[in-house]
């Protein structure tokens, strides 16, 4: 008995009870479960009530899942020509205000430690920012034709969950005996130690606050092409990643872009990546998914 008859049965009720269990049973056991998705060939956004701002939220289970294969940045200094990343998917949501992304790509090393040497893991969304006929470079974009981008790194994401900004923090076994701004004295003196911490932390003292303390490991941008990149205009954004023993789940989510087309960056920190060396998408169409029939 095919699934599609058992199911007429049971929604035509002419059998008794019992029956209709047995009926019930023999469709999970011939396979009647819900059938795993295809991967989309765009992106889907399917809509949902509120955008999700957890990886592990169910919800996402019900967005179609888009597996864009990455390629090599060989197109402007600094090039990456070693294919390392392959692969990353992407499910969307959206709520009518705001769009969510879901990015997942394997890597089982957790790069979030800035330093001489190190790289960090991120991954980067972008969104041509007006829409038309024709799309702008996907390098960033190109002069005339801006794009806004969504930047994510993985020591953002540790210092916004608590890490200090501190030398203990990135290298433990460090030990500094004393910082003039921290003496005792100078708490009896707030003007005074804050004048003291501008003499030490010039960047924090100029409200440079790219290393941190930092409340979202998130930033946006504009860009006209490459090297081009200034501050977003602000465009509702947020951002948080997850790592497992096989790689990062990230969810950026921003206002609902005017273009419907975005294109996708990752970055290996464990594979010396950084800045132009990444591997990157094209322009992936971005459309409304239906909603999956119950």
């Known amino acids: 008995m095919s699934c599609s008859r058992m199911i007429h049965i049971v929604r035509q009720g002419v059998w008794k009870v019992p029956f209709l269990f047995l009926v019930m049973g023999l469709a999970a056991g011939a396979g009647c479960r819900q059938k795993p998705q295809a991967p989309s060939p765009e992106i889907l956004m399917l809509r949902v009530e509120q955008v999700p701002s957890q990886p ?3 919800a996402w289970q019900r967005a179609p899942e888009y597996v864009g294969k990455l390629l090599l940045q060989d197109i402007v200094e600094p090039r990456q020509l070693k294919e390392t990343t392959t692969e990353v998917r992407v499910r969307a949501l959206e709520d009518g205000k705001l769009v969510a992304f879901r990015l997942q790509w394997q890597d089982p090393t957790r790069d979030e430690l800035p330093g001489p040497g190190r790289f960090l893991d991120a991954c980067a969304l972008q969104v041509p920012m007006e829409a038309g006929a024709t799309l702008p470079a996907p390098q960033m974009g190109e002069p005339g034709k801006p794009v806004e981008i969504l930047f994510w790194n993985a020591a953002w994401q540790a210092l916004s969950q608590g890490r200090k900004d501190e030398l203990q923090a990135l290298y433990p ?5 004393h910082y003039p701004y921290q ?3 100078l708490k009896r003196d707030p003007g005074m130690q804050k004048e003291m911490e501008s003499l030490y932390l010039p960047a924090r003292a100029l409200g440079n606050n790219r290393a941190g303390p930092r409340a979202m ?9 490459p090297g081009t990149v200034s501050p977003g205009r ?3 954004s ?5 790592h497992t023993p096989k790689g990062w789940s990230v969810v950026l989510s921003r206002d609902i872009p005017k273009s419907r087309y975005v294109a996708l960056a990752i970055w290996d920190g464990a594979q010396g990546e950084a800045g132009g060396r990444k591997m990157r998408t094209g322009w992936i169409p971005l459309r409304e998914a239906k909603a999956p029939s119950r």
């Open 56 to 58: 592990e939220d169910p």
């Open 173 to 177: 076994n460090a030990w500094v005996d």
């Open 183 to 185: 003496a005792p004295p």
């Open 217 to 225: 490991p998130v930033e946006e941008y504009v860009a006209q092409g």
């Open 234 to 236: 602000g465009f509702g």
């Open 238 to 242: 947020y951002g948080l990643g997850r």
